[in-house]
């Protein structure tokens, strides 16, 4: 809070890591069956996101989750459509 107090507060999505994965990996699946985007970006998304889990820890989980709700709502499909163009 502004006065120097902490205040609990209930934000959307998955409460840590784990569960995150969880939900990542039946995302990562309906996005190779609708061949939205390919398979290797999606790993090394997975890879990242647990090497910034695994090297700075449960304490930083809120940061990484909101960093990348913004990377695959804004990011990661526009990177998708630009590759398919680059295909053709």
Not at 37 to 49: E, H, K, P, S, T
Request: include cysteine; glycine fraction near 6%; charge should be positive.
């Amino acid at each position: 809070a502004g006065d120097g107090t902490y205040r609990r507060i209930e934000l959307k999505g998955p409460p840590d890591f784990h569960i995150w994965k969880k939900a990542f990996k039946v995302y990562r699946n309906n996005m190779i069956m609708i061949e939205a985007v390919g398979v290797n970006q999606l790993d090394r998304y997975l890879q990242i996101m647990t090497k910034l889990y695994t090297d700075y820890g449960a304490c930083v989980w809120l940061l990484l989750y909101q960093a990348d709700v913004r990377a695959r709502s804004s990011h990661l499909l526009r990177l998708a459509r630009r590759a398919r163009e680059q295909k053709k």
